[in-house]
């Protein structure tokens, strides 16, 4: 069985960044962004908008689904740590986004 490799968006990003052979500040500078900005999102001290998702896919040819999904998951855990809530919320969140799709679709 294949183990599931579980990484944030800012180990993503520095990973793309690497194989690319890309300084941060070739990155910060291709993407409009500040080095310093740069370097906290790949530690996870920050979080990157959605438009800097945007331009992360288009640099490094990467799936830019696949880094909303880190990112947007990223959010939630974070969200859980936080507020030291326990992982019933996600059960229940998913009903939640069940219900408001079903309410939305009529």
């Known amino acids: 069985m294949k183990a599931i490799e579980i990484k ?3 180990t993503h990003l520095r990973e793309l960044r690497e194989i690319s052979q890309m300084t941060l500040k ?3 500078k291709s993407i409009g962004i500040d080095i310093s900005l740069l370097a ?3 530690r996870s ?8 998702i945007k331009k ?3 640099l490094f040819n990467a799936d830019e689904n696949e880094l909303l999904v880190e990112f947007l998951s990223d959010q ?3 969200k859980i740590l936080d507020e030291k809530a326990d992982l019933n919320i996600l059960k229940v969140a998913e009903s939640k986004v069940s ?3 079903s309410i939305s679709n009529e």
């Open 99 to 101: 219900y408001l799709k």
């Open 76 to 78: 939630i855990a974070y």
């Open 40 to 42: 906290k999102i790949e």
């Open 56 to 58: 992360v896919a288009v």
């Open 45 to 52: 001290e920050r979080q990157p908008t959605k438009e800097f």
């Open 8 to 10: 944030t968006f800012g």
């Open 26 to 28: 070739e990155v910060s």
